[in-house]
């Protein structure tokens, strides 16, 4: 495949490019800091800026599939500046008139009982909750929109770097409890999970998640 992946040198953004590029996609990074990843015969690197519409809407044309790993945590107003991101990567896709956009989701918005979601728990964590309250409202907007062909993975609570045992279970809307009675999931797993969904497309304008 030939696939655009936003945000490629992150702390998900960067375990998708590898995984990506271990089964042989050619992959285009875009990222807001180019001399960070090396460019190599599978992998090009291009400067972006997701606040550039006009740009941004021609160097996503022509790929098979989007991956948007766009954090806004370069930014001091976190909440605002992903939001503000996400509808320009929305908004560009489409100008694009992109196949595919998968969208790297947060745990926040997942349900621990019926109605009741993770950020609204009364011991979420408050340094987390701009980010988790953006991811939210990403996926709100997704599930307004009436063009896009888009797909949500959010991973489970905690997202930490581990192994790749491709062993791993896939949910919807509500938070997965591994059987030590943690929600967990290594960010190697999370990008399998992301680049099966972009292979073999299964979600399609769905929300999704992966734990152990």
């Known amino acids: 495949m030939n696939i655009a992946l936003i945000g490629a040198s992150g702390f998900i953004g960067s375990a998708l490019l590898k995984e990506a590029l271990s ?3 050619q992959v285009t990074a875009l990222v807001s800091r180019p001399e960070k990843i090396s460019a190599s015969a599978q992998l090009t690197v291009k400067a972006t800026d997701v606040q550039n519409v006009p740009q941004l809407s021609e160097q996503l044309q022509g790929f098979d599939a989007i991956i948007t790993a766009f954090s806004g945590h ?22 694009a008139q992109a196949k595919r956009l998968l969208v790297v989701g947060g745990a926040g ?28 409202q990403a996926l709100n907007i997704l ?4 063009e896009l062909n888009w797909t949500m993975l959010s991973p489970s609570a905690m997202i930490a770097p581990g192994q790749r045992t491709n062993q791993f279970r896939l949910g919807t809307d509500q938070l997965l409890i591994a059987a030590d009675g943690k929600s967990h999931i290594s960010v190697e797993d999370y990008a399998v999970a992301m680049i099966n969904e972009s ?10 998640t992966v734990g152990y």
């Open 23 to 25: 089964r042989q996609h």
């Open 143 to 146: 599930r307004a929109e009436t």
């Open 199 to 208: 292979e073999r497309p299964a979600h399609i304008r769905q929300r999704f």
């Open 109 to 136: 918005s997942l349900e621990v009982a019926p109605g009741l979601q993770v950020i609204d728990t009364p011991d979420f964590p408050d340094a987390y909750r701009a980010s988790a309250e953006g991811a939210r």
């Open 74 to 95: 370069a930014n001091g107003d976190v909440l605002g500046y992903y939001v503000s991101g996400i509808k320009n990567i929305i908004q560009a896709v489409k100008n």
